[in-house]
């Protein structure tokens, strides 16, 4: 059983930034591949980001890449997204998983997930 929780969400204006940082339980968080994915309001969830268990692979979905930056604490058990140049269409509901098997895109692959934390961006 891996638990997560996410924080770090809020109001922001269009061209700003913010950090988001999810907290996870367990001894093996190292073993697992970690993402963030977002839903907007009557949207389906999208993929975000994702890590590896080592850290030393990322890959981003195409309307983020150069502006968002996925990170791994595995001493804090930890796993960040870092936020800039942010878009109205940037808001959405953030959360995080924990997956195995490699990095994914996909949420089939991701078998925890935390409760979110909401993001709004201002024009």
């Known amino acids: 059983q891996v638990q997560l929780v996410e924080s770090g969400g809020g109001l922001v204006q269009a061209g700003g930034s913010l950090r988001l940082s999810c907290a996870a339980s367990?001894?093996?968080?190292?073993?697992?591949?970690m993402g963030w994915f977002r839903q907007a309001p009557g949207k389906e969830r999208e993929f975000v980001a994702t890590i590896n268990g080592n850290g030393g692979i990322t890959y981003y979905a195409d309307s983020v890449k150069g502006r968002f930056t996925i990170s791994r604490d595995n001493v804090k058990n930890a796993v960040y997204l870092e936020m800039n140049s942010l878009r109205p269409e940037d808001t959405a509901v953030y959360s995080c998983?924990?997956?195995?098997?490699?990095?994914?895109?996909?949420?089939?692959?991701?078998?925890?997930w935390g409760q979110g934390t909401q993001v709004t961006v201002s024009s």
């Open positions: 367990g001894r093996t968080f190292s073993s697992y591949t």
């Open positions: 998983a924990a997956g195995w098997g490699g990095i994914a895109v996909t949420t089939r692959r991701y078998a925890y």
